[in-house]
């Protein structure tokens, strides 16, 4: 048993962290969430059903950019923020961060075709990807993207092509990876990064580093503009002292290749990351804290180097999308299952099933990620019961949240809202046992709004050629 576990407290009023901003609960006890009520929305749009708090979302956006742009502005420098839409992306949400004052990080095709779609202009997008495709790449440069970022040296050379067959220019990041890997609240310090993305820093040959070649082919292509250095350290961080050691790494290349060739490469990415909160008594990253820091960071790296203070970006997305949305579910089946007489959780643990599951929250079960769970449809004084939130799967790891308190008298009908599953929630979702993904609904001052269709079996059945 976790030692997060809360009783259940379904008294009138705002709710807090992990919960949208502005969730609260009715006198009657049931949660309303952008002043649209549980009930309301489970009749209207069904379950189980992705909720995003629209003036939550907005609001972390704008906290993001006036924090980066302020700490910023104090050392002379400018700072830009990109929303990472790997998070949760789809149209109305690519303009709710443009109406913000953000720019869109993409990594796909799709990503990219709905932020272009959205209205969002070019310039004001990114493109990520390790393994980019000539169609991706080319859509990129035919819509005027402000930076593909280039993930390996063969892309150095596929990038320049696919510009000169266009007859024009690339603006390019060069992403590296500083041996600085983060997550929660460890990181340690590797010299080589044995994963997939980036160039290493590391020079294997005593010589060149991957990352060093790969900005030396970048300035040795006329169709390249070198905008920038890239780096992302990992998710879920709540310590910054992995974006100073990044910081000092990103700009010691920097000055590295200034030394090299003249060439002070304007801007350095220090990625996203930013942890939140997902369980109650949780604190997040505050973005004046992460913003301060990590422009302390770069100005000390900067007077370390003897160089320049850069302009920065960052690309935040769960610390955006995550607490403002929920997942809402209808119980079913519950049952009691009797522990091993050695099981330090008690003698019994409640499972409650609800109407989706790993298909539209993969987290658990991909990352043991921990999440918190209440029942929002009305009050209930029964004393909290240990139990486990799972899925409709036919797979026993189909769980939702593991660990949780719940009223013991839970029941086939009860509303249950997960929280804080507004990244990588929705945009993670399959149709494992051909269980159509949940539509997302947005909600503001009392209005209701689909901004993501629910699937039905017919969509795929469609998709099923016979
Ligand atoms: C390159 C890059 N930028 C930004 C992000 C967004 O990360 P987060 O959602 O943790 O802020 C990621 C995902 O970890 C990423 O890989
Ligand atoms: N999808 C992951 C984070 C990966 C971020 C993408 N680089 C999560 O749900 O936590």
Same mark, same amino acid.
């Given at each position: 048993?976790?030692?997060?576990? !809360?009783?259940?407290? #379904?008294?009138?009023?705002?709710? &807090? ?28 749009? &069904? ?11 907005? $609001? ?6 006036? $924090?980066?742009?302020? #700490? ?26 443009? =109406? ?23 310039? =004001? ?16 440069? %035919?819509?005027?993207? @402000? ?14 092509? *696919? ?6 220019? /690339? ?13 929660? +609240? ?5 010299? +080589? ?9 590391? *020079?294997?040959?005593?010589? !060149?580093?991957?990352?060093? %070649? #790969? ?16 780096? +992302?350290?990992?998710? =879920?961080?709540?310590?910054?002292? @992995?974006?100073?050691?990044? $910081? ?5 290349? %920097? ?35 992460? #913003?301060?820091?990590?422009? @302390? ?24 999308? @995550? ?24 003698? !019994? ?14 987290? !658990? ?7 918190? *769970? ?7 004084? /029964? ?16 769980v939702v949240v593991h660990d949780v308190l719940l009223p013991g008298d839970m029941r086939a009908g009860d509303l249950l809202a997960v929280a804080t599953t507004g990244a990588y929630g929705r945009s993670m979702a399959s149709q494992y046992n051909l269980v159509p993904r949940p539509g997302v609904v947005a909600v503001r001052d009392g209005v209701a709004t689909p901004i993501v269709r629910r699937e039905t079996v017919e969509d ?7």
């Amino acid at each position: 048993m976790t030692a997060s576990l !809360t009783e259940p407290d #379904a008294r009138p009023g705002p709710l &807090g962290l992990p919960w949208p901003a502005t969730a609260s609960r009715t006198a009657e006890g049931a949660l309303a969430v952008g002043g649209v009520g549980v009930h309301d929305l489970a009749a209207r749009f &069904g379950t189980p059903l992705y909720v995003v708090d629209e003036a939550d979302m907005r $609001a972390r956006a704008r906290a993001f950019r006036d $924090a980066f742009t302020a #700490a910023f502005a104090d050392v002379g420098a400018h700072a830009e923020v990109y929303y990472a839409g790997k998070a949760f992306l789809c149209r109305a949400v690519a303009r709710w961060m443009t =109406q913000e004052g953000l720019r869109i990080d993409t990594a796909t095709l799709g990503e990219l075709t709905t932020a272009l779609s959205a209205g969002v202009p070019g310039a =004001q997008i990114g493109l990520h990807g390790n393994n980019k495709s000539d169609e991706e790449i080319e859509l990129a440069l %035919r819509s005027g993207v @402000g930076r593909i970022v280039l993930d390996s040296e063969p892309e150095v050379t596929r990038v320049a092509d *696919a510009a000169a067959r266009l007859g024009g220019r /690339a603006p390019v990041m060069v992403r590296v990876t500083t041996g600085v890997h983060a997550g929660g +609240h460890e990181f340690i310090s590797t010299a +080589h990064e044995d994963q997939k993305f980036g160039l290493s820093l590391h *020079a294997h040959d005593g010589e !060149t580093s991957p990352a060093m %070649r #790969a900005l030396l082919a970048v300035l040795a292509r006329e169709e390249l503009d070198l905008v920038g250095l890239h780096s +992302h350290i990992g998710s =879920q961080i709540l310590d910054a002292a @992995g974006f100073d050691a990044a $910081a000092g790494a990103v700009m010691a290349l %920097r000055a590295d290749l200034a030394a090299r060739t003249g060439v002070l490469v304007g801007e350095v990415d220090l990625g996203g990351g930013f942890g939140v909160a997902y369980l109650p008594g949780e604190v997040e990253l505050e973005p004046e804290r992460i #913003a301060k820091e990590t422009a @302390g960071a770069v100005v000390r790296a900067a007077q370390e180097t003897g160089t320049s203070v850069p302009d920065v970006s960052f690309e935040p997305g769960r610390s955006i999308a @995550g607490p403002a949305g929920l997942t809402l579910y209808t119980v079913g089946t519950v049952k009691e299952v009797a522990l091993p007489a050695t099981s330090p959780d008690g003698a !019994t643990r409640l499972y409650v099933s609800v109407d989706g599951g790993m298909s539209d929250n993969i987290r !658990t079960a991909l990352y043991d990620a921990r999440y918190h *769970a209440e029942v929002v449809g009305r009050a209930s004084r /029964a004393p909290g019961v240990l139990a486990r939130v799972v899925g409709k799967h036919c797979e026993s790891g189909d769980v939702v949240v593991h660990d949780v308190l719940l009223p013991g008298d839970m029941r086939a009908g009860d509303l249950l809202a997960v929280a804080t599953t507004g990244a990588y929630g929705r945009s993670m979702a399959s149709q494992y046992n051909l269980v159509p993904r949940p539509g997302v609904v947005a909600v503001r001052d009392g209005v209701a709004t689909p901004i993501v269709r629910r699937e039905t079996v017919e969509d795929l059945l469609a998709l099923d050629l016979g």
